[in-house]
């Protein structure tokens, strides 16, 4: 039987890592502190259990999900659970995510509110930012499908949307006007939601996206958990751990 060669090797646990997510400039910082912490969950585990006769979580805080130290402040109405979903319009597991996100979004509970927040984890996905909160402020309802059709030109129709002339043309497209997107795009409104979205990736400590923000308190993502089914499950167990704590 042929040994794989070095090369291929590399290449395979390459794919493996970046199966789930679109990693920052700092690479897979993330899955480093999956390993360390991972090595001291089992005595918190056992602990918990102690404390609640409910059968244990097959999920590991420290590697299946993180809690943030210190928690990010939530904006959202007292009373409710936030969830954020930290992404990139040009990420391509983001992408896939899409319609598990819509599902959650279109039948969560009333005590959740759920957000997109574009991630500046990497300075080349400023300008993707700004093109999603201009569409998101001219399309406020989704009557248009900006986000969607801007997803669909990037990842299906792989059109470039690199620069400003590039992303008006789509909005022109859409019924949107020259002026409308030029106006909202260089916006105070624009200053004020950018600096919103950096301080969620920062104070998120994610290194990849996508990423879920549990009312501000714990972090997952498809790559920590395991893949969308896992992901789905832990983003259901924090909600109704914080649910319990009201």
């Known amino acids: 039987m042929k040994l794989p060669t070095i090369k291929a090797i590399v290449l395979i646990s390459f794919f493996s ?10 690479g897979q910082a993330e899955n480093t502190e999956s390993q360390v912490n991972a090595t001291a969950q089992p005595a918190q585990a ?61 039948s969560k509970p009333d005590d959740v509110s759920f957000e997109q927040i574009p991630a500046t984890l990497n300075p080349s996905w400023f300008f993707h930012a700004k093109v999603f909160y201009t569409a998101k402020m001219l399309d406020p309802t989704a009557s248009k499908g900006l986000i969607h059709k801007l997803f669909v030109a990037l990842h299906e129709k792989r059109i ?12 022109l497209e859409s019924g949107i006007s020259a002026m409308q997107f030029n106006n909202t795009f260089n916006s105070m409104a624009m ?56």
């Open 17 to 26: 890592i970046s199966l789930y997510g679109c990693f920052s400039n700092d």
């Open 46 to 106: 056992v602990r918990e259990v102690a404390k609640k006769p409910a059968a244990p979580s097959p999920f590991i805080e420290g590697k299946h999900y993180f809690k943030l130290s210190p928690p990010l402040n939530t904006s959202t109405e007292e009373g409710k659970i936030e969830v954020l979903e930290l992404f990139w319009l040009g990420c391509p597991h983001c992408y896939s995510l899409e319609p598990a996100m819509k599902r959650f979004k279109d």
């Open 160 to 171: 470039k949307i690199n620069k400003p002339s590039e992303a008006r043309e789509l909005f």
């Open 191 to 246: 200053s004020a939601k950018m600096s919103h979205a950096n301080l969620v990736s920062s104070g998120s400590q994610a290194q990849s996206v996508p990423t879920l923000i549990i009312n501000g308190k714990y972090r997952t993502s498809p790559y920590s958990a395991g893949g969308e089914g896992n992901l789905l499950k832990i983003l259901n167990m924090l909600i109704q751990r914080e649910r319990e704590l009201k």
